[in-house]
């Protein structure tokens, strides 16, 4: 990765950080609630970017535009919200349980 990405993906992550600040309090604590999930259950894409990151947050200013409070716009269970965003993607999970399955079934094939 070249220092110019680096330098892209802080300022990206900076203005990101600002957009958050900005929305009503109940929206920052849920955001910073799944974005702490998102990373511990951990969609692949997450590495990537934040793409995803930034879509909910698009997402929670529409919300917040519009009046409504973070959990009218996710519903009450927030951790069934994340998994519903996730649920076509890889996840680390995922490919913890592929590499355990190889490790095991590749032996037992001898």
């Known amino acids: ?3 110019k990405k680096i ?3 802080k300022k990206e992550w900076r203005a ?3 957009r958050i600040k900005e929305l009503p309090k109940d929206y920052q604590i849920v955001y910073k609630e799944i974005q702490k999930y998102l990373f ?3 969609p692949v894409e997450l590495n990537e970017g934040i793409g995803l990151l ?3 947050l698009s ?3 529409e919300g917040a535009a519009a009046g409504k409070g973070v959990l009218e716009v996710t519903g009450t269970d927030v951790a069934a919200f994340c998994d519903a965003l996730i649920e076509d993607s890889k ?3 995922d490919l913890y349980q592929e590499s ?6 590749n032996p037992m094939k001898k």
């Open 1 to 3: 990765m070249s220092i």
């Open 54 to 56: 930034t879509e909910i």
């Open 16 to 18: 990101h950080i600002s």
């Open 91 to 93: 996840t680390y999970a």
């Open 7 to 9: 330098i892209e993906g």
């Open 40 to 42: 511990k259950v951990g």
């Open 100 to 105: 355990v399955n190889q490790k095991v079934n």
């Open 59 to 61: 997402f929670f200013e």
